[in-house]
């Protein structure tokens, strides 16, 4: 192929699919490995009613509320006599039995607000109000560990999330692994393929040598994601659908370097303005089979005690329901982190539903939820959470110590 075509080529959209890898090059994935903790996000789109997962049946002004979606009491799988699990929930249930989650009340923020797009920016940034550029997973990352330390932040979704975003690491993002080198790289396979042909390699100037380090590193990220997820079994229930969290298992038993994990249960699916109680039972459920799936599946390939999961969401729901027996976007609600070094039980203070609400009928946070993202920097990963958090905030005893 003659320079002025290769050029061509090179031009357009196949130059700029291969750029947000350039991080990889010029190492072997497998080398950086470590055995560290792990953290893993799951984000429930489109705000989940805390309400109606945690039920705080003991308050009789919840079924005020909520006359005809408030779920009645015998139908609950409680907790105790105050609180109990949506009937939905029975993986995350036994987690709760068995001492591996830890539910968070009141989770939220000063001057909350209610639009998808704005709320998630605040909870993907750590940083409400502040027109902040990077996620608190990418600043996270970038605290970590250096550039050189590839691979170490991996979002599974069709789209890079803003948590993710770093000033010096970039992300490996993908949907589909099996489909990871086929969408991300065919159309360039041309491409690719010159760029790898040594007649190709002669071109002294830096163009071309940078050319050919995004090449190789777009090689080597599908690798690794085509690799590990081919050589994947699954052997545990994931229930109706895994939410990706299957993929991470894979990675993770693969020995892939990474240290942050990032996914969510896509398409604002948690949005439920309109004949809520059904549907959000269903969801739960799937997001609930697939939690407690995962955990089995961390434990079947031995690592336990080093993957701890936190579940988020933008905001919570209004206290009570609407006129289309739904609930509309609200403030605050719970969080949860599970994992085998989790101490399980509840965390921080039980939001008030007669005095505790604000004039639009809204929870107030009693819990700032950088003070649970806190909790995971400092005491599970073991990072100073002032430097991403930009400030001190209140954390949890919630790791044991001798796992």
Known sequence: MKRRNFIKLLTGTALSSLIPLRYSYGHNHIEEFTDGKILVVLELSGGNDGLNTIVPYGDDSYYAHRPKIGIKENKLLKIDDYFGFNPGITGLQSLYKEGQMAIIHGCGYDNPSFSHFTSMAYMHTAAPNSGEEYGWMGRLADEMA????????????????????????????????????????????????????????????????????????????????????????????????????????????????????????????????????????????????????????????GRENDVVLLVMTEFGRRVPENTSLGTDHGSAGPMFIIGKPVKGGHYGKIPDLINGLDEGDNLKHTTDFRSVYATLIDNWLKVDSKKILRKNFQTFNMFDTTV
């Open 146 to 301: 250096p550039p050189s330390h590839k691979n170490f932040i991996i979002n599974i979704d069709k789209t890079q999330s803003l948590a993710v975003k770093a000033k010096k690491h970039v992300p490996i993002v993908f949907d589909q692994p099996q489909k990871f080198q086929r969408e991300g790289f065919y159309t360039q396979k041309n491409i690719l393929d010159h760029i790898n042909n040594e007649e190709d390699l002669k071109y002294d100037n830096l163009s071309q040598d940078f050319l050919n380090k995004i090449s190789r590193s777009a090689n080597e990220a599908s690798n690794i994601i085509s690799n590990a997820w081919s050589n994947y079994s699954r052997q545990v229930d994931y229930g109706l659908t895994p939410l990706d969290l299957d993929k991470i298992t894979a990675l993770i038993e693969a020995r892939v370097p990474a240290r942050l994990y990032y996914t969510s249960f896509r398409d604002n699916a948690f949005d439920t303005h309109v004949h809520q109680s059904n549907l959000h039972q269903r969801l739960l459920t799937y997001a609930s089979d697939a939690i407690r799936g995962f955990m089995n599946d961390i434990k079947r390939i």
